[in-house]
């Protein structure tokens, strides 16, 4: 087993939201709320990531003096290392970046009722965008858009089938987001490969679309480079676990592949990578992280396939503020699949363990997927695979 390199600073970069609105909220909505004015927000974890940093540089400043931008949280708090945190980061980031003002809202539970009362409640307060992250959003977004069709509503890794929209008519006041997981998938197989690791393991969580595109690039990102290097001896174990929340059954199966030889595993979907953590700390295994920066869950996570949540929002919100805050074209009633392209995937290199793979050879790859040298099958079929000639993938 390579030996790990000691542990660096954690940063974190985030990647989706929703932005959404609604009629007004009932009497007695038990939403939290919490304000958080440009001016007094603490540092974010986005504001401490040099990637992101370097990302919305590039998007010129625009001027939201007067605007409000609210931030409805999913299951968890906001400060959970994920999808809550990073992407209202991204809102925080556009409110320093522009003098609108923000606040994020948590609903009172886990039901759609409990989100669409959290969405109202900041449409009755004044909030011009309402944004989510999480597909869980998809059906109170939309009853929150036809009910408030002059508020925006931003919707990050939600499509329109998660929205549940019987016509297929997504409203013109909302902006749906997905990413490219094939993309991030592929960057994170071609690295362990190149950084010397031939024994690999995908762990999924349920089948849906954005885990099979993970899983999909993240084989042909090994056989890409197993072609490259000339090798042949590459071995993939792949399997779906039919659950996003820890089991014995995902441990057990972790414990027996690393047992057998598997040196990183790339754990996707949820809680799940908690199960894979146990047994890579039980038998000297290694992790690869998913959606977000995952480096400061242990020493063993040696990077992370990220989808970035904070730079897709800055994006969207900058497009809507330059249209006098209201969805221009590219963004009314569509669902967008950013990737390398718009700088919404990527590997955490400044936080990465890698040995061997340097931030030559990944700025690179990153390059050859923008300009379209390369291209990553974006397929989502679980029944059919990726075709493979210089890996051999054990699929489970």
Not at 145 to 174: C, H, Q, R, Y
Not at 222 to 235: C, I, M, P, R, W
Not at 273 to 287: I, K, P, T
């Amino acid at each position: 087993m390579k030996k790990i390199l000691a542990l660096l600073l954690a940063v974190m970069m985030v990647a989706g939201l929703f932005a959404g609105c609604g009629e007004k909220a009932p009497a007695e909505t038990k939403a939290t709320e919490t304000q958080a004015p440009a001016a007094e927000t603490e540092a974010s974890a986005a504001e401490t990531e040099a990637a992101t940093e370097a990302a919305t540089e590039a998007v010129p400043a625009v001027d939201a003096t007067g605007r409000k931008v609210a931030f409805i949280t999913d299951v968890g708090n906001i400060d959970d290392h994920g999808f809550n945190e990073y992407s209202y980061a991204g809102v925080t980031k556009f409110a320093e970046m522009s003098g609108a003002e923000c606040k994020y809202y948590k609903p009172a539970g886990d039901t759609d009722q409990d989100r669409t009362d959290a969405i109202m409640q900041a449409v009755n307060d004044g909030y011009d965008v309402v944004v989510m992250a999480g597909f869980l959003f998809g059906p109170a977004c939309y009853n929150a858009a036809v009910a408030s069709p002059d508020t925006l509503f931003l919707a990050l890794d939600v499509t329109p089938f998660d929205m549940k929209i019987e016509d297929g008519e997504v409203p013109a006041n909302v902006a749906l987001i997905t990413y490219r997981e094939e993309q991030a998938g592929f960057l994170a197989g071609y690295a362990a490969v190149v950084d010397g690791y031939k024994e690999l393991g995908f762990l999924g969580g349920i089948d849906v679309p954005a885990v099979v595109r993970f899983g999909y690039g993240f084989v042909q990102g090994a056989e890409k480079a197993s072609a490259d290097l000339g090798y042949d001896d590459v071995n993939i174990k792949y399997w779906y676990s039919g659950s996003f929340t820890p089991t014995d059954e995902i441990a057990t199966k972790m414990d027996a592949w690393y047992v057998e030889g598997t040196e990183a595993v790339f754990a996707c979907g949820g809680g799940i990578y908690l199960s894979a953590l146990s047994a890579a700390e039980a038998n000297d295994g290694l992790l690869i992280g998913v959606d977000v920066d995952q480096s400061y869950i242990s020493e063993r996570v040696i990077t992370s396939a990220m989808k970035s949540l904070s730079n897709s929002v800055v994006l969207a919100l900058t497009e809507a503020t330059n249209n006098d805050f209201k969805w221009p074209e590219a963004y009314a009633g569509k669902c967008q699949a950013l990737g390398a392209a718009e700088n919404c995937v990527g590997l955490p290199m400044e936080t990465s363990r890698f040995e061997t793979f340097t931030a030559e050879q990944y700025n690179e790859l990153f390059t050859a997927l923008v300009d379209g040298t390369i291209t990553v099958d974006n397929s989502f079929d679980s029944s059919v695979h990726p075709a493979v000639e210089h890996v051999t993938v054990d699929w489970q």
